[in-house]
């Protein structure tokens, strides 16, 4: 694993100066946001899975994998409230923890009676913070969506409400690429969108966690723990893209069981993907928010890799980097 250029955290900035081409977009696009509340954005019909945190963790993971889903809720039947997401960083940690203190047999022997109440005993153990618990009423603004997104590095929160005797309902969760497709589908004003990424600074250019086809799984893993991320750009010796692997990916892992396969280099590994995986989505930096917009109508995307004229790695733009953009929040 290597890392890329070097940068500074970035903080939440101070407002861009008058004349600055992210004042007009964010101007007009926190007023849109600010017209519509969470509920909109949610589809005139759907389903919501909800585990109890009781069940088994293996058993919530086929759940998730049926349905085709990588996060869901979670339900506390004691104290009959909401208990939080069962989300990927939840079996990236998992695997990580056993990979370090336990053998493959004892693995496999405990997922079987594992529950997700259990997890956060994990989080602990291979020193991972606890996560968040964000949650938000459905009528809530988009903007106040967008916020709490961005400030809390979530990518998805909880819309709660309460029945007439006070308790706690979940009625869905909103994501991050849900609340961006609104956006690309309802936002008129695209005029304001048709400003490169070079020119509004939209993205991480440096300091990327980068890996080679070669690098074992298990070194992706730790750095998806340790740096907080979830995709690691996969390149060859001259800096060229070649893949992207994703805390999706170790999802894989937990369904199939195969721990004693976490030192196998990425590039075995990536060979398992399901036929209809979406590949890698690039872009340039002369590419425009209005692009990246239309591409997000189009398709399910969650992160842009950056490549110049030669498919070389520049950088990542992620969807939290877009809605932080949007909304005037910066790391």
């Known amino acids: 694993m290597t890392s890329r250029g070097s940068s500074a955290d970035k903080e939440l900035e101070a407002p861009p100066s008058a004349d600055s081409p992210a004042l007009e977009i964010q101007t007009l696009v926190r007023s849109f946001l600010k017209e519509h509340t969470a509920y909109d954005v949610l589809p005139v019909s759907y389903r919501l899975i909800v585990f109890d945190t009781r069940l088994l963790v293996k058993k919530a993971l086929a759940g998730l994998v049926q349905n085709g889903i990588v996060s869901a809720p979670l339900w506390s039947s004691e104290l009959h409230r909401f208990a939080g997401m069962l989300t990927v960083s ?18 496999l022997q405990d997922i079987e009676k594992f529950e997700i109440g259990n997890l956060r005993d994990v989080e602990k153990k291979v020193g991972a913070p606890a996560p968040q618990l964000i949650s938000m009423h459905p009528m809530a603004s988009l903007y106040d969506a967008c916020r709490l997104l961005a400030e ?24 991050q690429y849900r609340i961006l497709k609104f956006i690309a589908v309802n936002y008129k004003e695209t005029r304001s969108l048709r400003r490169s990424l070079s020119e509004l600074k939209i ?33 060859d010796e001259n800096g060229v893209v070649l ?3 994703e805390t999706v990916d170790v999802m894989s892992i937990a369904r199939t069981g195969r721990y004693n396969e976490l030192d196998i280099p990425v590039g075995e590994a990536l060979e398992a993907r399901p036929k209809d995986y979406p590949g890698v989505h690039t872009c340039t930096l002369n590419d425009t928010l209005y692009s990246i917009f239309q591409t997000i109508r189009k398709q399910r995307v969650y992160r842009l890799i ?5 498919k070389k790695l520049v950088g990542i733009v992620s969807l939290s980097d877009i809605l932080g953009y949007l909304v005037g929040y910066q790391r």
């Open 203 to 235: 993205g991480t250019y440096g300091n990327i966690a980068t890996a080679s086809l070669s690098t074992p799984v298990i070194e992706l893993i730790n750095i998806f723990v340790d740096k907080k991320i979830s995709a690691v750009p996969i390149i």
């Open 243 to 245: 893949n992207v692997y």
């Open 306 to 310: 950056v490549v110049d004229s030669d």
């Open 152 to 175: 809390s590095r979530a990518h998805r929160v909880p819309l709660l409400d309460h029945d007439a005797l006070g308790t706690e309902m979940i009625i869905s969760v909103i994501t």
């Open 90 to 107: 939840d079996f990236v940690n998992l695997i990580q923890y056993y990979y370090t203190h336990a053998s493959v047999e004892d693995a």
